[in-house]
């Protein structure tokens, strides 16, 4: 009963794999619409821009290349959370490979005392 503790171990970790799965897709979802809000906030106010002194632009220079390694950051992250959900799926398939495998040497073990049992009341009637 081994793999039962593997088993009981990788049922409790889904809870909070699935909470903080929703938690990135929310952080996702919110850094993603930054950069359309301001490139919308930025196309309306050009005339805005024009006006900025050098250090307030070079201040949005500073935050628009942040945004983009956010991005950057993003993606990753995303593809980590794939590579997580595929080794996942490849475990449960295991996790139900194991099982079956377990199933099966309960099996072979009953049969195998069966035998055994067979072949001693078949001693015995011989030495009768």
Not at 43 to 67: F, V
Not at 83 to 95: D, K
């Amino acid at each position: 009963m081994m793999g039962v503790g593997w088993i009981e171990a990788a049922n409790a970790l889904s809870l909070p794999m699935g909470a903080t799965g929703l938690l990135i897709l929310g952080v996702v979802s919110f850094i993603r619409a930054l950069p359309s809000l301001r490139r919308v906030r930025m196309e309306s106010d050009t005339s805005l821009r024009h006006a900025l002194d050098d250090g307030a632009q070079k201040h949005i220079d500073r935050l628009e290349k942040h945004i983009e390694r956010q991005d950057k950051r993003l993606r990753d992250i995303e593809e980590r959370m794939e590579e997580c959900e595929r080794e996942r799926a490849q475990m449960r398939g295991e996790i139900a490979e194991l099982r079956a495998m377990l199933a099966a040497r309960g099996e072979i073990r009953q049969r195998a005392q069966l035998i055994v049992a067979a072949d001693r009341l078949e001693e015995r009637e011989r030495a009768k």
